[in-house]
């Protein structure tokens, strides 16, 4: 699967953006996906995680209940609603995908799009 992740940008702390995840591939609804980050001087980290279903999603407690993960599998595309940023989320967000496991950990994730830079000023 080839993955395309867009809608990165410039915001001032308190802003929303939304990224998405556009992903080639007839068999996009079989993986588990994820958006990974990496900021500055600092280890990727998975900021959330969606099952291939949808009915299970995780959330990193750094973004629970500002961040919002959701898929639509008939248009092979993933979405974060990121709301409330703040200046720790300055990163740089990677769509993910993985197969054949729960996607715990970031080496289960075979496939990476090219990222998108998401700054947040205060």
């Known amino acids: 699967v080839q993955l395309q992740a867009s809608g990165g940008g410039s915001v001032q702390a308190g802003d929303s953006l939304r990224l998405s995840c556009a992903a080639s591939?007839?068999?996009?609804?079989?993986?588990?996906m994820a958006w990974i980050r990496q900021a500055p001087g600092k280890e990727r980290e998975i900021v959330a995680r969606?099952?291939?279903?949808?009915?299970?999603?995780y959330y990193a407690d750094s973004v629970r209940g500002r961040f919002t993960l959701s898929r639509d599998n008939a248009k092979n595309t993933m979405t974060l609603q990121m709301n409330s940023l703040k200046p720790e989320d300055t990163a740089v967000y990677y769509c993910?995908?993985?197969?054949?496991?729960?996607?715990?950990?970031?080496?289960?994730?075979?496939?990476w799009g090219q990222g998108t830079l998401v700054t947040v000023s205060s």
């Open positions: 993910a995908a993985q197969s054949g496991g729960y996607g715990y950990t970031l080496s289960e994730y075979a496939y």
């Open positions: 591939g007839r068999t996009f609804s079989t993986y588990t």
């Open positions: 969606i099952n291939w279903s949808g009915s299970r999603i």
